[in-house]
């Protein structure tokens, strides 16, 4: 095991965060073993990308606490964010920098020295294709090379941990399964944690998958284990079945299964 030999990468105790009236994440357990791609699945307002905020520690939780790596994200932030990397919703690339200078800035925000900096530059450069786009302006390219920039501005200071929010949101799918391709090369070397709404794409990379409902983890473990679980074959029918009846459980609506922005 790496960095201090702990039992999992990331691991969540009783991590919850209330807007308000509103919990969008209630009292979340869940364990992320080291080297593995887990997905986050659940309906917009599953409290998915809330989760990763706080996994990030971008956000406070109100209550509860997750540890990366064994460090908190309440009392050790500056840890969490040296050890981890994201990828969020929004691309978050600066347009008016050239791929190149996107590169090279989040190296000095990471602090790196000339020849890491060459050396990581050039393995992302191969890893997505990007040295035939990188003296281009960022606000030139398609939303396929902005979204490879922004996964790679994310693993530019070598995380241990790499958080992927949503990464081929409105993507079309020759570019989706391209970045697929890309992500699938990182497993065992990067801990990965996806949130997708993308049924195959889970089903594709996922070495474990957890669905959340109404801020709850509602269920976790491999595909073939949640199809044991609800009886049906493939994962968006178990994940409708798991989604479906979990939110009429709690009485609320299933809301969007299918791509869209994630609110709480």
Do not use: C
């Amino acid at each position: 095991m790496a960095d201090g030999g702990f039992a999992y990468a990331v691991e969540t105790a009783d991590l919850t965060k209330r807007y308000g009236a509103k919990t969008a994440v209630d009292g979340l357990r869940l364990a992320v073993k080291e080297g593995e791609l887990f997905s986050l699945l659940g309906v917009n307002g599953a409290g998915k990308s809330t989760t990763i905020r706080m996994l990030t520690s971008l956000t406070a939780p109100t209550s509860g606490d997750a540890f990366v790596l064994g460090h908190s994200v309440i009392r050790e932030r500056y840890e969490v964010r040296r050890l981890t990397g994201i990828s969020p919703q929004e691309t978050a690339v600066a347009e008016k920098l050239t791929v190149e200078e996107n590169l090279r800035f989040m190296a000095d925000v990471r602090s790196l020295d000339a020849e890491r900096r060459e050396r990581l530059t050039g393995e992302l450069y191969e890893l997505f294709s990007l040295g035939e786009v990188k003296k281009e302006r960022a606000k030139t390219l398609s939303g396929g090379w902005k979204r490879k920039l922004s996964i790679a501005m994310a693993l530019i200071g070598e995380p241990k941990v790499l958080f992927l929010d949503e990464p081929t949101l409105g993507l079309d799918v020759l570019a989706r399964r391209e970045l697929w391709r890309a992500v699938e090369s990182l497993k065992g070397r990067v801990t990965v944690v996806l949130t997708t709404h993308y049924m195959e794409e889970a089903e594709a990379l996922s070495d474990r998958i957890g669905v959340m409902i109404g801020g709850k983890l509602a269920a976790v473990g491999t595909l073939s284990e949640l199809e044991a679980r609800t009886g049906k074959k493939g994962l968006e029918e178990a994940f409708v079945a798991l989604a479906s009846g979990g939110e009429k459980e709690a009485g609320i609506g299933l809301g969007s299964v299918g791509g869209g922005k994630e609110g709480l």
